[in-house]
């Protein structure tokens, strides 16, 4: 009879047993006539030990190339040294499928090159944990409009016209006319929530956004709630519910993933309701202060000097470099100086554009939108996310409910997350007036015909209503601490990269 077919992660039922693993090889070395294999498999990375008396396998073992397909065959057992805390004693191996010398070695490479590789890169351990918090996220933004009674409602992606910002639009040939790819679900989930009470679309959304930042892609992802009666106060709740639910989830089932990408779990361990609440005119007024500006001023200087620092060490890293010998003892300093390498050239970059951001900030000026950089400065200031509500309308979509008590505002919100993350949320309560949204419609240069469908959700029954969307990609960003939002999708669109 075959010994039992099992995966990594189920190792410890089968201690003592004979078992059979596959997976690909995923690092190797040579120690006391031993060959330690590392497989993985999905599930988990299982150290596979090869003793030279095992003759067979231990020659296959020596021939193996990196990321080739294996089976192994031998005996489980409990060792406290092995990484999931299991390791095998081979018996038999079997080539599955040799791969040529693999692209990814484990010497460091820089972004763009791994990104080009994305298709073989997703087997590391960065992206592979990156996709397993991405997948909590999307469980948990589920199962929270789930428990809620909310339905699930699917909005298409081929749209006739403009659900957000017009200038950012992906035309589409159809037929014989011009479609576009849709921004947002929201136009169609206002119309849904008028039958269902309770709705959520997930989807992607695309902006062609020329801009290139670390903070923007031109396909994302949006989880986006639309409820009927609700106000702007119901909509901040919401929002503030779901993203401490998912906060809570991703601490629970995630912390070893978190630790993978040096994410420290404290940090999220702050986030709890209640969040702080600006209005608009208040973080415009927070940018101005001459407080703010000497605290922006500490913290460059301290960043000068901690920039001096790791020159200094970079410097004594590639001295030591220069007396080893050793391939190995060679290899940890090499991947340490391509680490501080990439530091140093990410907060450099960071304080060339810090004096424009300070003075941005000092000099906002009230009624324009709140730039990526001011967003920065806003959300480093607090350990929890931050919502802005009550922007000016000049700065804000058509759809948004203007304010009774002061005409020049909107009752809308973002939620900034902490340390300079920024906008991860936006929403908003919806203009429920018909003639109210037609000027609006008019003053932002849309044509009133093509949103007809639209008007007659104020129309016919017509109710206070409101929403917002939840970004998959840059709420991710902020769980796992990455720098850029291109690593949280598994095959980034941005203007500058289409490929794999
Ligand atoms: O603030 P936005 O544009 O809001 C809407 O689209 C509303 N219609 C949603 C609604 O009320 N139902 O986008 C919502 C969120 C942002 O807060 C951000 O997290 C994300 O979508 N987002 C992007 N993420 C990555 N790349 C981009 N280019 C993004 N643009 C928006
Ligand atoms: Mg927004």
């Known amino acids: 009879m075959n010994p039992p077919l099992v995966e990594i992660a189920d190792l410890g039922r089968h201690a003592g047993e004979t078992v059979t ?7 190797r070395r040579f120690g006391g006539g031993i060959a330690f294999l590392h497989l993985r498999d ?16 231990f020659a296959a073992a020596a021939a193996l190339t990196l990321e080739s397909a294996l089976s192994v065959t031998g005996a489980a057992r409990a060792d406290d040294r092995a990484p999931g805390g299991y390791e095998l004693t081979v018996r038999d191996l079997a080539l599955i499928h040799a791969a040529p010398p693999y692209p990814i070695a484990r010497k460091e490479h820089g972004v763009d090159f791994l990104m080009s590789h994305r298709h073989l890169w997703l087997r590391s351990r960065r992206p592979v944990a990156v996709l397993r918090v991405r997948d909590t996220l999307v469980r948990a933004c589920r199962a929270f409009f789930e428990a809620r009674g909310f339905t699930l409602v699917d909005t298409p992606i081929l749209v006739p016209g403009a659900g957000e910002d017009a200038s950012t639009l992906f035309p589409v040939e159809y037929f014989d006319r011009r479609l576009f790819l849709a921004q947002t679900g929201q136009l169609y989930l206002e119309s849904a929530c008028m039958a269902l009470g309770k709705v959520y679309a997930f989807g992607p959304t ?14 994302f992802w949006m989880i986006e709630p639309e409820v009927a009666f609700a106000e702007l106060d119901d909509v901040i709740e919401l929002a503030e519910d779901l993203v401490c639910c998912v906060v809570e989830r991703v601490l629970r089932e995630r912390e070893p993933e978190l630790r993978v990408l040096g994410r420290d779990p404290e940090r999220l361990r702050a986030v709890r309701k209640p969040f702080p609440r600006l209005t608009y005119s208040e973080a415009a007024e927070r940018l101005r202060s001459p407080g703010l500006l000497k605290t922006l001023e500490d913290e460059f200087q301290r960043d000068r000097s901690r920039l001096a620092a790791w020159m200094a060490e970079l410097e004594e890293l590639e001295r030591r470099l220069r007396g080893l010998s050793r391939p190995a003892a060679r290899e940890r300093i090499e991947r340490q100086i391509a680490e501080r390498r990439e530091e140093i050239a990410e907060l450099e970059q960071d304080l060339s554009n810090r004096p424009g951001h300070i003075a941005s900030a000092q000099s906002f000026a009230w009624g324009s939108d709140l730039g990526g950089s001011d967003e920065t400065i806003l959300s480093r200031q607090f350990d929890r996310p931050v919502f802005v509500t009550h922007y000016p309308v000049r700065a804000k979509a058509f759809y948004m409910k203007q304010c009774a008590e002061d005409p020049r505002l909107v009752l809308n919100m973002d939620l900034l997350a902490p340390e300079g993350y920024g906008e991860i949320v936006g929403g908003s309560q919806r203009e429920d007036n018909l003639d109210v949204l037609l000027r609006r419609m008019t003053e932002k240069g849309l044509r009133p015909e093509d949103y007809d469908w639209y008007l007659d959700l104020r129309r016919y029954g017509s109710v206070p209503h409101g929403g917002f969307g939840l970004g998959i990609e840059r709420t991710l960003t902020w769980l796992c601490g990455l720098r850029h939002v291109r690593e949280t999708i598994p095959f980034p669109r941005t203007r500058g990269r289409v490929y794999p």
Do not use: I, M, N
């Not at 999905?42 to 396998?57: D, N, Y």
């Not at 695309?206 to 396909?219: N, P, Q």
């Open 21 to 27: 693993l596959r997976g690909w090889l995923c690092g």
């Open 42 to 57: 999905g599930t988990g990375v299982c150290q596979c030990v090869v003793e030279a008396a095992a003759a067979e396998a």
């Open 206 to 219: 695309f902006r062609a956004e020329k801009s290139k930042t670390r903070r923007h892609l031109t396909e």
